[in-house]
């Protein structure tokens, strides 16, 4: 037994004096571990931020949203706010989710026929290429600069005024660079040979597309719109000067009544609260929102996986 | 006007892309009910020969034709004929299986609910006559909800003849049918490339000489876009009448 465990020792010293003396004699070992070190010391760099944040909203909102006393728990989603902020955050949620809602009746379908007409049906390289061109360039423009079109545009020159309707349009614009180049990519990495299947049926160019090409195409659709949908139900500089703001939700689509909460601007506006008692309610709506984005992606991920097995 | 008897014929076909021409004064017919085998070198036009039969060479931009394709004595080509009739008549079979991304039912009943088959009763004695003639039935009819790209590569080969066959087409083009398969799930093919010609005109292109006089009944010689020789398989196998075919039959050009 002793000598089992002698031998165990003397093998592991033996492979660290090994090691040693490997590093001593070899320059290049050393430089070989350096290397190593180095890139894990890159990689822990680059997950601590994920950590570091979730530890932060959690330190200060966990109770708040997981908590059992008055006003904590589900009580803080499902309670509106009241005069004082002091109830929860029901009408940011509600806010949100349709602004999402109506953003993506918008962009979703806009941008997704814009794919299938660029990939499949345009001919000229030019109208494709300035398609691709402008959908880039509207991707890199800064949301805040985004927001202010909206409201310039939307609110005041369509006269549309801020409100739902207002904000959920301006979220589409962000919206349409995302879903038209994943999609794009999708239906690029469909197979010729499906497309020609079809139409050797005698299929039509568009009951191919429909039924053929989008549903090969289906998988790396959701993708690109589950990244979209993460992406806009976080955004706070858009919807600042185009949904307004609410204790309530909205009873109208236009106008005084459609003034919207949003979960990322009731985050912001919390925070920005000199009164002690929001901020624990802001971190909270910020771990709400951020299990809703999570939320959002596995569904989006189950459905996409369940349909590639079930059809590709 | 002359008797029509055949199926497909070709007068004076040339075909280019761009300013490059494929095809060089092609003159022939396909005999009905027989294997007509398509060999030649890759690059010599075969591909685009069968392509242009169900007007699939329309789908590249800088497609163009002269001469006359016959479908039963009608210019497939004359503006106002329709296409998807057309394709509906002359079936398609590609080199790699591409089945649709749905299930083998859902794979067969594509094309017959395109034309118009809505009775349940009917797609699905069209579903169980297709993969019958295909010599798919007994080994997938236990499974027609699964996904159809989860078959074998010779299953889904077959799939995909049995969905060529699901609009009755009296003609049917394959376009090297089993040089992406094993040798086992090729010879199956073959074997029912064979059975097939019964009831249907069958077009075969192929680069494999020997598969070419396994199961055709007469053989054509495409070299550079010019159409050498063609004559019954026989003939082309046992005295070619071309130096060049003879030198490809003999594996010394190609």
């Given at each position: 037994m002793s000598d089992e465990g002698q031998s165990i020792f003397s093998n592991r010293f033996l492979f660290l004096r090994e090691w040693i003396t490997n590093v001593k004699q070899s320059r290049r070992h050393l430089a070989d571990f350096l290397f190593k070190a180095a890139l894990t010391a890159i990689v822990v760099i680059i997950i601590a931020p994920f950590f570091l944040i979730v530890f932060q909203v959690a330190s200060i909102g966990f109770w708040q949203v997981f908590?059992?006393?008055?006003?904590?728990?589900?009580e803080f989603f499902l309670t509106f706010p009241g005069v004082g902020l002091e109830g929860g955050i029901r009408n940011a949620i509600v806010g949100t989710v349709e602004l999402v809602v109506l953003a993506s009746a918008v962009g979703i379908p806009l941008s997704v026929l814009g794919a299938v007409y660029i990939n499949e049906y345009a001919r000229s390289g030019l109208v494709r290429n300035i398609v691709e061109f402008t959908s880039d360039v509207l991707a890199g423009i800064p949301s805040i600069v985004i927001g202010a079109f909206g409201f310039t545009f939307l609110a005041s020159f369509l006269n549309l005024g801020m409100g739902v309707l207002a904000g959920s349009l301006t979220l589409a614009f962000m919206m349409i660079p995302t879903v038209l180049r994943t999609t794009q990519e999708a239906l690029r990495a469909v197979p010729m040979s499906l497309r020609e299947g079809s139409l050797a049926l005698g299929a039509t160019k568009w009951s191919t597309t429909w039924n053929v090409t989008m549903r090969a195409a289906f998988p790396g659709l959701v993708t690109g719109v589950l990244l979209a949908i993460g992406r806009i139900m976080g955004e706070t500089a858009p919807l600042i000067f185009t949904a307004g703001n609410s204790l309530s939700v909205p009873t109208e689509l236009v106008g005084s009544g459609s003034w919207v909460a949003s979960i990322p601007y009731t985050i912001w506006a919390y925070i920005s609260d000199p009164r002690e008692y929001l901020q624990a309610k802001a971190h909270g709506a910020a771990l709400g929102l951020m299990l809703m984005v999570l939320a959002v992606t596995v569904v989006a991920n189950l459905i996409s996986r369940k349909v590639t097995r079930r059809l590709v | 006007m002359v008797e029509i008897s055949h199926n497909i014929e070709i007068h004076n076909l040339s075909t280019w892309f761009g300013s490059k021409k494929i095809l060089r004064d092609i003159t022939c017919y396909f005999r009905d009910n027989s294997v007509t085998a398509i060999m030649g070198p890759s690059g010599c036009g075969k591909s685009t020969l069968l392509r242009t039969l169900n007007r699939l060479n329309d789908l590249v931009p800088s497609f163009r034709r002269e001469g006359v394709v016959l479908f039963r004595g009608q210019d497939i080509y004359k503006p106002g004929s329709s296409v998807y009739e057309l394709r509906k008549r002359i079936g398609m079979v590609f080199q790699k299986p591409n089945p649709f991304p749905m299930s083998v039912r859902d794979n067969i009943m594509y094309g017959p609910k395109l034309h118009g088959v809505k009775d349940d009763n009917e797609l699905d004695k069209i579903v169980e006559d297709s993969l019958k003639r295909a010599a798919l039935w007994d080994e997938v009819k236990d499974e027609?909800?699964?996904?159809?790209?989860?078959?074998?590569g010779g299953q889904q080969q077959r799939l995909c003849i049995a969905r060529a066959l699901s609009v009755d087409p009296p003609v049917l083009l394959m376009?090297?049918?089993?040089?992406?398969?094993d040798p086992l799930s090729a010879g199956k093919i073959e074997e029912l490339i064979v059975e097939l010609k019964k009831d249907y005109t069958i077009i075969l292109v192929t680069h494999n000489v020997q598969q070419a006089f396994r199961v055709s009944d007469e053989a054509a010689f495409l070299y550079l876009g010019e159409l050498v020789e063609f004559n019954s398989t026989k003939k082309i196998a046992v005295a070619p009448q071309d130096e060049r075919t003879e030198a490809f039959i003999t594996g010394r050009i190609g």
């Open positions: 908590g059992t006393g008055r006003g904590q728990g589900i | 027609l909800d699964q996904p159809a790209p989860n078959l074998s376009d090297e049918p089993v040089s992406s398969l």
